[in-house]
Each structure stands twice: as C-alpha cells, then as structure tokens.
RNA sequence: GCCCACGUAGCUCAGGGGUAGAGCACCUCCUUGGUAAGGAGGAGGUCAUGAGUUCAAAUCUCAUCGUGGGCUCCA
C-alpha cells in the first residue's frame, strides 16, 4: 500500500496534501506553523501545511520515536509483564525507557528484540491515532496495570488533547507525531542498554533503557554505524594507550592522570605555544599554590556554593586548607596586594593552574572528566568602560588558538542574565551583555543567544568547537563575574582619586589542558601533525652498516632540536616502515647503502608522501619548514 | 553515588569446578634485508582483591575495588 492510497478524513494533515497533490508516498509527516505533526492530526482551515518526505531531517525524529514503539511492543511481546515508560527521539536516535523485574537487557536479548520488531514490521501495519478522554485512557491503561502510564497522564495539561497511538493491537500514551504506517520503519538498530531512573531523578526507581537508531533507509544507517566505528578507533583513551601517551591508575586513583614521556612532550609543546602566545597578546603569566586556608574559600563563596565539588579540607597546625577547585581567588589575592591605578588596567594574568574537583566516581571518562585538571585560565581585571575592548583581545584570541590545532568550525553562544536569581545591577548587566555583544561582532564573528543562561555573577560566551568527524566540543569560555570583585572588596584608583571596583572576567580559551588534549587527540586520530607530534622522525636503517651513519643524523637533529628516534631494530624495512606507521611518527627516512654513500636519506612524510632521496642539509631545512609551530 | 555489563600475560582476547591458552609486544639466536609484519626458540600470569561453598575455585556465591555504557532529551 502506497501512502498516496491511504484515505485521511476530512481536515486532517493528509487530507489537506492529498488535495493539494502533495501527498507522496514517501510523505511520512507534516509541517503546520513550524511544529511537526502526523498525517492524521486535524489541522485547521487556511493553515499553511507542508509535507516532510522519507528523507527529510526532520522525518528522522519521527522515524526514531516509531520505530520505539514497535520496540516498545517487541520488548513486551518477549517479556511479559515488563512496563512501560517513555522513549522518545534523541539526537541520532531514540530509547525506550521499561520496568522489568529482572533488571537490565543482555546483548543477546537485544538480538532478540531486533528479531522481533522485524517480525512485527512484516505486517505493515498503520500507526493509527486516536483522540480520547482522560477516563478513558485512564481506563485503558489502568486494566493494562501500566502504572507510569498513569502517572504521565496525570501530568498532561487540562487543554492538552489525550491521544493514544495504536500500531496493530499495541497502544502508548503517547502525543506523536508518527509515521503512517511501520512500512516506513525501514533501518534501524538497537546499540545499547543502560540504567536510567525515572523521570531521570535518583531518588526514583531505576529502568532498564534500550538505545537504538532508525533512518529513512539502510545507507543513512549504514553511514551513522560507520561513523559510530570511526569515533571508537579515536577514542582517546584507546589511542592514549596505543601510543603510550598517558595511563590512570587505579592505585593512585580514577581521574588522576599519568603523563607518560610521550604524552607529556605534546602536553610541554601545547603549554610552551600557549605561554608565548599569551605573551605576545598582553598577558602576564603568574603562578600560584595548590591550596589555600578556609578564609579564602569562604570569601570568594566557595564553601557556600561549591563545597560539594571539593575536596575534604586537610588540618595544618589546626588551620583548615582546601585543595583549591578553580584558581581565581589566588589571582585575586595577587592584585589586591598593591594598590592598583586606573592606569593599570587592564591587568590579564594567565596560568596553567591545576585544580582538584570532586567527580562522582560514575563521571570520570578518560581525559574528558577527571579529577584533576589543568585549566588553562586567566583573570582580566578592568574598567567597565574597557570590557568591550577586552571581549574582542579574548574572543580573537581565543579563535586564533583553536585555530591552531585545526578547530576553525566554532558555535559560539552568549549567555545573559538568568531571571531568577542574578547578583548586580541589571543595567550593568545589560551593559556588559551589550560589550559582548557587540565584541563578537566587532570581531566579525556570529553567534546565538542563550537567554537566561549566563551565570548568577555574569554573562559570559562559550565556544563550542567542531572535530574533525563532526562531533562538538565546549572549550573555550568567558564570563564577567561582577561577584568576586564585590565579595574581595577589588578596588582601584580612578581619575578622581576615588575608589572605583573592577570588572573582572574569567577565561579559558583550551578549557582543561586533559580535556583539550583528549578532544584534540580523537580529532587528529592520534597523527598528530609534526608540530607536535612527541617524534617527529624516525630514522630507518636498512642494515647494521648503516646505524652508524644513522646515528650521527641523529645527533645532528638533536642537536637542533628535532625529535627524532633511530629504529635499528633486527627487521626487514618493511617492518620497519610498518612500526612507524602504527606510531603515527609523521616522516620516516631511510638510510641504506646509498643514502650512505651520498650522504643523505629517502624521505617519506605522512602529509607529503614519497619525496626521495635528500641530502643531509635540505632533509634538515625540509624539518625546519615543516616542524614550526603556528605563528603566535 | 545509582543500574547493568565487564575485570585472565605489557596489549588485544579465548577458555572455564580437576591446577593456564593464542596473537602481538618483550628477550636470545639465525637472517643483513630497499618501502605496511623474515624465521626459530625463550621468558612472562596469586586468572582484580577478600571471604564463602566444595575433596577440589580462575571457573559457583557474596562483598570490596576498578573499568565501560548510561542516569539533562519527558506521554
């Protein structure tokens, strides 16, 4: 049955396209006023309807919300007895929330659950909807003993029509849209099982949650499971161990991480470009402890609101110290220990501070959340009147960084004032909105709003950054804090001799120094470019004549600073070449008889491939070229 | 923290109530080679930790620790 042959009752969505002959049959929705609705929703008369097709993005979301409830179906057709909950469409997917006596759902019974959804998908049965009353479906679900269903029905608004959505004899409570018919359930996959609490609160009963995916057809599955794989052969953590680049060890603790010398050569390399680049932009670095008493924590408010993210304090000579969770207020404490002019500012002072945060032991993945971290931070302490100014140094700057290690695709949001609670005036609020504002643009750069989404103390912008297989990364963040300045009593010498408080703004452009490096690491798929990669060159002998040629090259380089290794190993150069490779070493050079003889090596590069043969003098002029980090 | 799964050699993993396996890596020897794995041999494990069941536990049970997937997407 083509949907074109499907007949939709007067007034509704179909119907309206039908008339129009714009009913397809791969039209699986509709679009009214912008909001997606079905087929069979009633629309009113001189409403601008407008079909979405198969392929449609916006078809997906429907696809994946139906292609749940047939998974719904399938799970209680082979597991009776088990209850259902919500499972709506997510991002490149959907899930099925169920209550089942016996727990989570194994591998082999997702196996199971496919099988069965595909048999129920043989029938091509219509998605049917069906308006009822709340007594009704109170009914209907209550003799079906679904008792979250009730629970959701309760919650549903007195002007919100209570619909029911029918594939063959199984029913969810559900407000749709779906597509006609299961026909259209062509490509899907069940990934995954996983806990999660109801109405996602810990205080609620645990459900056992199945993720799967569904496209309008197999190639767009094929092409999403593909990339699925593609995200797994980065992963850093994976990459961080094939490469011999850091490890965490569970006897000194989850989310505590160990440089190993690889890693902790590309990690000194990103610091050193960031010290300089810091320099060249009107940065001063500081450097400041590891902890501090309770005074400091209680003034900047810490203890207040964030004690739950920090460490136990630790007793010295009966004074209470906290490892601190953000380096702020020993920043602060150095700008307050002298008097400060107007003339001084604005005062940027940058570190590589290192902080502790206490991580719920679930929360710790690899780099990307851990317990402690280096936040590449920096305080700018100015005038109101230079904040403008300030947000556009921060905003270029931060560009050009990322910039740097290949993240030029960036979705950057300005977060302003939260309704309900915000400290500080709100036209200065609105002032300092408007310099960001008009910082981005001064820069060129576009932007969206988060309206309400700054933090109680400031608005403040972040940066999101796109890798290199689409995924999007936060990094970079600035915020004005009109808070601490208050809380510190900051204050400055103006013009007038009086006593004038500063502005301040908080920035990381990297985020965290583990964080950015696992990103960048699953970006690069561990090749990193020669800049800073932990070996830049491996020398290939062909023969044990010719390690010592080869190791005298390797001093050579050395000595101007390469990072180069000599495989001597007992192996044919096959091999050899091969072992590079699976280091990602960006150039490899063999030495045999030749190369020898003539004084030179036969270069091979990751990025330029073969380049023959080149003497000693132009192979190190060819590293200069290529080993130079960006431009500060 | 909570739910589920997992924890066996440096790594990737097989096995599974009767005392430990493979491949890669490592070491030794042979081979001295020309652009993605030359050959042979060897060494390496309290099977995460602790307790219990059993004649016998890496295997079954429980606890602990750790790792992974999730726990903000609201019928």
Redesign the pocket.
């Known amino acids: 049955m083509s949907n074109t042959e499907i007949r939709y009752e007067k007034g509704t969505a179909g119907a309206f396209l039908a008339e129009k002959e714009q009913l397809r049959h791969d039209t699986i929705a509709a679009k009214v006023d912008g909001k997606v609705i079905d087929l069979q929703t009633s629309v009113q008369d001189g409403a601008t309807v407008a079909p979405i097709q198969a392929s449609d993005d916006e078809a997906q979301e429907v696809i994946r919300h139906s292609t749940a409830h047939v998974m719904a179906d399938a799970v209680q057709r082979l597991f009776p007895g088990t209850k259902?909950?919500?499972?709506?469409?997510?991002?490149n997917g959907f899930?099925y929330d169920f209550d089942r006596d016996s727990?989570?759902?194994?591998?082999e019974e997702l196996a199971d659950i496919e099988k069965e959804m595909q048999a129920i998908l043989k029938d091509n049965k219509p998605f049917v909807r069906k308006v009822v009353s709340r007594d009704d479906?109170r009914r209907l679900f209550s003799g079906m003993q679904e008792n979250y269903?009730l629970e959701?029905?309760d919650?549903?608004?007195d002007d919100?029509?209570?619909?029911?959505?029918y594939h063959g004899d199984w029913v969810?409570?559900?407000?749709g849209p779906h597509v006609p018919n299961t026909k259209f359930i062509k490509a899907f996959k069940l990934?995954?099982?996983?806990?999660?609490?109801w109405?996602?609160?810990?205080k609620n009963k645990?459900l056992?949650?199945i993720?799967g995916t569904a496209f309008s057809d197999k190639k767009a599955l094929r092409a999403h499971l593909d990339a699925l794989e593609e995200a797994k052969k980065r992963?850093h953590?994976?990459l961080g161990?094939?490469l011999d680049l850091f490890s965490?060890d569970?006897q000194i603790?989850?989310?505590l991480v160990l440089w190993h010398p690889k890693g902790a050569m590309v990690r000194t390399l990103i610091e050193n470009h960031w010290r300089s680049a810091h320099m060249k932009h009107g940065y001063e670095l500081i450097m400041t402890p590891h902890v501090g008493r309770s005074k400091l924590w209680e003034t900047s408010g810490h203890l207040e609101n964030y004690a739950d993210d920090m460490y136990a304090p630790m007793d010295i000579e009966g004074n209470p110290y906290y490892i601190k969770p953000m380096n702020c207020p020993f920043h602060i404490a150095i700008y307050r220990n002298s008097l400060k002019s107007y003339r001084d500012l604005p005062l940027r002072w940058a570190e590589l501070g290192t902080v502790y945060r206490f991580e719920?032991?679930?929360?710790?993945?690899?780099l990307l959340r851990v317990r402690g971290f280096t936040q590449d931070d920096a305080h700018i302490f100015m005038r109101l009147d230079q904040l403008e100014d300030e947000i556009r140094r921060v905003v270029r700057f931060s560009l050009k960084l990322l910039g740097d290690y290949g993240f030029t695709d960036l979705d950057i949001m300005v977060a302003t004032r939260p309704e309900e609670k915000s400290i500080g005036d709100p036209a200065v609020w609105e002032q300092a909105e408007a310099a960001l504002k008009s910082g981005l643009e001064a820069e060129g750069v576009a932007y969206t709003i988060d309206e309400g989404g700054g933090a109680f103390y400031g608005p403040k912008i972040d940066v999101k950054i796109k890798d290199a297989i689409g995924r999007v990364w936060q990094c970079s963040t600035v915020q004005v804090d009109f808070n601490l300045p208050e809380r510190f009593d900051l204050s400055y010498i103006g013009e007038d001799s009086g006593k004038h408080r500063p502005v301040m703004i908080h920035r990381a452009l990297l985020g965290s120094i583990e964080r950015f490096f696992g990103i960048m690491l699953e970006h690069y798929a561990g090749a990193f470019p020669m800049w800073l990669a932990p070996v830049q060159v491996s020398l290939l002998?062909?023969?044990?004549?010719?390690v010592e040629f080869a190791r005298k090259l390797e001093s050579a380089l050395r000595e101007k600073q390469f990072r180069v290794t000599v495989n001597t190993?007992?192996?044919?150069?096959?091999?050899k070449?091969?072992?590079t490779?699976?280091a990602r070493i960006p150039a490899?050079a063999?030495?045999?008889?030749?190369?020898?003889e003539e004084g030179g090596v036969?270069l091979?590069t990751r990025a330029d491939g073969?380049l023959g043969?080149m003497d000693v003098e132009k192979f190190i002029q060819f590293l200069e070229e290529k080993a130079a980090a960006p431009e500060i």
């Open positions: 259902v909950t919500i499972g709506p469409s997510i991002e899930y727990g989570g759902f194994t591998e479906a269903k959701l029905l919650a549903i608004g919100v029509p209570v619909t029911l959505y969810d409570l559900c407000a990934l995954s099982s996983a806990g999660a609490y109405r996602g609160d810990a645990m056992s949650r993720y992963d953590r994976k161990k094939e965490i569970d603790g989850g989310g719920r032991s679930g929360q710790l993945h690899g002998t062909v023969a044990d004549r010719h190993d007992n192996e044919k150069l096959g091999a070449i091969r072992q490779r699976l490899m063999v030495i045999g008889d030749r190369e020898v036969s091979k073969d043969f």
